[in-house]
């Protein structure tokens, strides 16, 4: 059976396509890009991909799939300027978990217009269930991120010597149980940069050994020192704690992330 391909067709069905997951993908990731990077990425693979199509090997399905990683990271490293080959993977991984949720949504619309529309799904038919498809899947991303958004906390640190205030954006973590193993006091945890800004707070009478557990890692040792005074900003109050533990720890906050403290569930107890 021999199917018949316009190269033309291809290369708008692609180019489309990686319009709507260049956007998901930088939603997810928080990558930001000027519109004229988006399109010049998704260009790129719509004539990575129609080259693959034309190359004399093997069938044409198993020349995109052995494509779809190098093409993707083409893609995200010109749109985003991702560099770095762990966030290069990562990135592509989520692209390709947003291109599976895409064709499924999109199939699933396109089944559902069978049953009304006669004859051969046209270009344009495919075009407008793939936008439907986007806008779908745009709202399911912005509702997942104000889900996650809704458990950030606003803290303000003050810093006694010099007096200052440092205001951090926090994650309320339910299932934070850390705590001194002395007092039985709640522990926070934050970022290694963080530390270094409210440095002036820390004593060195005032540290703590906290050991803890963490998947990947059995066992360890995390310095903790305690902060004079803490202010944290609810919805509708304004919770002031005295000598809080901070344990310092980069596992989970990078440099990029939208928070540099995890809150201990308790500290929001008055």
Known sequence: MYYKLYIDSVFILQLTSNLYLLSLAGRIL?????????????????LM???????????????????????????????????????????????????????GTMIWILNRLRTVLKGDVSLVLTLVTGGLSYLVLLKVVGFLRRRKESG??????????PAREIPVRALLDTGNHLTDPLSGEPVCVISKRLAEEIADCFRPEKYHAVPFRSIGRERGILDAY???????EDETRQIRKEHVIVAICNTGMSEESIYQMILHPRLLED
């Open 152 to 161: 950030l906390k606003r803290v303000v640190i003050h810093v006694p010597e």
């Open 226 to 232: 305690e902060l004079p005074e803490m202010m944290i």
């Open 30 to 46: 928080q990558c930001t890009a000027t519109h004229g990077r988006i399109l010049m990425g998704a260009a790129l693979g719509a």
């Open 49 to 103: 991909v129609c080259g693959t199509i034309l190359v004399p090997a093997g069938t044409v399905g198993i020349r995109i799939l052995v494509s779809t990683i190098p093409v993707s990271m083409c893609m995200l490293y010109v749109t985003f300027r991702i560099c770095h080959k762990r966030q290069l993977i990562r990135a592509s991984l989520v692209m390709a978990g947003c291109g599976f949720f895409l064709g």
